[in-house]
């Protein structure tokens, strides 16, 4: 199994919409569906049209710098600089997914592989800026839902410093599956 696998995102999401039969939850199944594959193919517009002009994201990380974009604008211009740091290639294993008609919550291990550069940057030292490095911990994500149907935002609580060890912690690149939409029939 890979040790990064963008697929395992959604996974509970299409597990959960194959038994759904309330019409609301359904529709705010599929919301969040299309926002997660959205943002593993770094497709900025299908990723916006899941977000309300009215989003708030809050990053509970512990670290008072934490992004914290507030409406529309402000939230593509967070995933733009997400995509730029390249460090697109990651999964949420939700192992907890909670849907009711105005909220989601999932929960489960994130990991995403940083490129070294990307590290440096941040003022984390690595032994190779052309390598990918682990980041790891345990988040829960509150997705609130407005009364068009689309996010208010993502609140994220993450258990700890994802970046501990990191080091030791460098990813060979055969470790990473990558999500493909245009390779899988029937994806968004």
């Known amino acids: 199994m890979a040790l990064i696998d963008q697929n395992l995102t959604w996974k509970k999401v299409e597990e959960r919409l194959a038994v759904e039969t309330d019409p609301l939850l359904r529709r705010n199944l599929e919301l969040l569906l299309q ?16 977000v309300s002009e009215r989003a708030h994201y809050h990053s509970y990380t512990g670290d008072p710098g934490a992004p914290s974009p507030d409406g529309k604008a402000a939230v593509r211009q967070f995933y733009e600089n997400f995509a730029a740091s390249g460090a697109g290639k990651l999964h949420l294993d939700v192992d907890r997914l909670v849907v009711d008609r ?3 919550l999932t929960e489960g291990v994130m990991r995403m592989a940083y490129p070294g550069r990307t590290l440096e940057a941040m003022g984390i030292a690595v032994d190779d800026p052309g390598a990918d490095y682990l980041y ?9 839902i407005d009364e068009d149907g689309l996010f208010l935002g993502e609140d ?7 970046f501990a060890g990191i080091a030791a912690r460098k990813i060979d690149p055969a470790d990473v599956v990558v999500y493909r939409p245009d390779a899988l029939s029937g994806s968004r």
Not at 156 to 162: H, M, W
Request: some cysteine.
């Open 35 to 50: 926002h997660m594959k959205a943002e593993a193919a770094l497709d900025m517009e299908a990723l916006m049209a899941t």
């Open 102 to 104: 105005a909220c989601i």
């Open 136 to 144: 790891e911990t345990r988040m829960a994500i509150v997705w609130p």
């Open 156 to 162: 994220a609580y993450v258990e700890n410093d994802g």
